[in-house]
Every structure is written in structure tokens, then in C-alpha cells.
């Protein structure tokens, strides 16, 4: 999986995880992934909602040390 | 126009008021079909904020004048960026401080009634999850049954009402909400009773919580009386107070009786549960005053925002009190039960003693409706 962007939204709490995200996610080219990083444990179902509910595909999550990346690919 | 800070207080007394409010809920939508504020006369409209990040345009219209418009999200932060939204378009709009966080921690305490010479019940109603926690006070003396996590809440009100914090009890080990019980016990230096049958594995000292075991509070003697009623659990304990209420723990509530499975053990308790509301409670005077452990749906509160109701009333009303048949009465407590508590078996690990996470997670744990009882 090619990363094209990496959007640094730790220690940021909810909405502004997502509004960064959606604010990088104009920025790129459909099919382009933007990875997301987050300590927001909230981010995990409002990511994959907004993501679905954008049109976009949720590729992958991971957590590890209490930081939840996401891989999503632009519609 | 302007946004305006609401708090969990201000919004519990529109709920006990039954006022109207129109709630604006921007958590996604799983979060909402789960969980909400619910209100006699509260209006919703779910959309989550992040659908909103373009503009409220489509919104506004949807949004009524002639009532407050309060936008609920988890923890405030999406609340205020669409609230800032909506009054930049022309609205005043209210946002809930905090959000359903400290809606799940609210409190309201409310006064049930008198006791013998002086003495009174309060029943803590904590609205956003349906727990009722209880403080008898006595003569400068008192005694909490079932209190939540939220510690400060009891001690304060104990100050307040200038009482020393006697006795602490938990009529069970409960799945769906921690415990401050043993933590109250610690700072005030009052007994922390437990019934052993559900106290096997933890990890503290407390003491014994025996059926016919009583106490006195205050010098008139006000008498608390334990009665063993397993069925939610094993070691499940009613409390009967001044001859006048019956504390039921989660074996009775309002509208619902106790399920027997959150221990895992539905099968083996399904005929305690049974023995305990068709033949122990019915051995009770009819006009004891039931006081649960738990409410499911605001219908459940009286018009003080009490959870209270004669036994005798139950007998007669409760659907869970009124099935003849054994076979029937065990088929509608093991099977077709609602979703667990969030979280429950963590939950119980908390109230064992055997894992103490931060006051995050312990908020994490709790999100969600208590889910203890079955209709």
C-alpha cells in the first residue's frame, strides 16, 4: 500500500481529527491513501462512519501504544 | 446569534419537569440508536457532525423556534463546532457541557420520604444510565446502599447534611456500573458490607453481608434489614428500612425483574430468581415502598422524578411478577434477553478489586444503558 499523505492528528480530541482528515482528503486524487494517526479512541467508529458515509474505503487500522492509524483510500 | 452552555443538571430538570427540548445529536449513528437523553417531551434529530462539516444550511430549517435546540455530542467537542455553526446562521442554540459523558455521571438526588423520628431516604437518580443509588440518614448518622462510582456526590451530600457515613452496602456485584461502595467506605472509614456469594473473588476485605443481618442508623434506630434474594445473582441481597421500604436491588424494578445471566449463569439461577420474587417477596407486607437499584425507561420515574412504587402495586402491574408458569417464567428469563451491559464482564473484574483502570476508561466502561433487567 502506497501512503501518499500522513496526517499527525494525536493528542487532538474529537471533531478535529476528523475535520483535519476530511480537510486532507480534499487535497488528494481519488485512489491516493491518506494515513491518519489518532489518540482519540473515539476517532476508531467516527472515522469508519465518515469514511462509509463519504464514500471512501476504510483500507486498514491498527493500534499500537495507544495510537490508532487508519489507512484510507480516497473515492 | 448566540451559543449557551447547558449543563447535565439543567437538563435533568427539564426531564423531571417533562419540558419540551429539542436535541440536535451529532454522534454518529450507532452511538444514538444505542444510548440517547431520553426526555418525556424531547424531541431528536440525529445527524452526526461530521455530515455537517460542509455547513448546517440543510439543517436550519429542521431546527424549531419556539422551543431550546440543545446539540448533544460524546465528550462537547463536535457539540460546540455545530452549535457555532447553527448560530452563525441566524440561531440561538444550546450545547451540552461535557456531553453524554457527563450526562452518563450526573446525579440528581431527590427525597423519597420521611423516616421514624426525623430520619429521611434520598434515592440518588443518576438519569443518563438508570442507576439509583440510596442514602438513609438518622440522626446524624447515615447509611448508602448501592452507590456509584461518582464517591464525592455521597460524602458531599453527607457534609452537607452534616451525617457521618456509618454503613455502605451493595446488595450484589454489579455488571453494569462501578462501584464507589467500597471506595466511600475507605475514605469515611464506614463498614463495607458485601454478600459473600458474590464476593468469592475479590480481592479486598469487606464485610459479610448475612440475609437477617441488620444495623442500626442514628440513635432512634432506624433499622436496615438484609434479606438474601439471589436471582440477578447469586448472592443478590433486598434490604428491607423502617419497616417501610423495600430495597430490591436488581431483582425487581418498576416495569422489569432482574436477569439472571450476566454472571454467567442464567440456567442455575433462573429458580432462585423465581423463588425469590413468587415466594420470598410474596411473604412481604404489600404496602412496603419498592425502591430498585436501576430504572429502563423514564416511564418508570413518578412526577418528583422518584423511582418508587408500592409492593403491592407490583404484584398487581408487573408483567415479570405475573407469570404463572414456571416453564414460561424461565423460557422469558433465559432466552430473547437483551444485549449485556457494555463492557460487564470488565465491569465486574472492577468490582472484584482485580484490575483498577484510570477514570477514562472507567467512563468508556460505563457508556450505554444499564441493560439489567428483563421485560
Redesign the interface.
Known sequence: MEVTQILDAKGLACPMPIVKTKKAMDTLEPGQVLEVQVTDKGAIADLTAWSAAAGHTLLDHKEEQNVLTFYIKKA | MTIIKMTAAQVARKLIEKQPLFILDVR????YDDWKIEGHNFEYLNI????L?DGVEEIIPKLPTDKDVLVV???E??SV?VAEMVAEAGRDVFYLEGGMKSWSSYLEPIKVGDLTDGGEMYQFVRLGKGCLSYMVISEGEAAIIDAVRFTEVFTNFAKEKNVEIKHVFDTHLHADHISGGRHIAEATGATYYLPPKDAEEVVFDYTPLEDGLTVKVGASQIEVGALYSPGHTIGSTSFIVDSKYLLTGDILFIDSIGRPDLAGLAEDWVGDLRETLYRRYRELVEDLIVLPAHFMIIEELNEDGTVAKRLGDLFAENHGLNIESEEEFRHTVTDNLPPQPNAYQQIRQVNMGKITPDNEEQT?MEIGPNRCAVR
Open positions: 454518529n449513528t450507532d452511538a452526526p457532525y461530521f455530515d462539516l455530542c460524546a465528550k467537542g463536535s463546532m468508556e
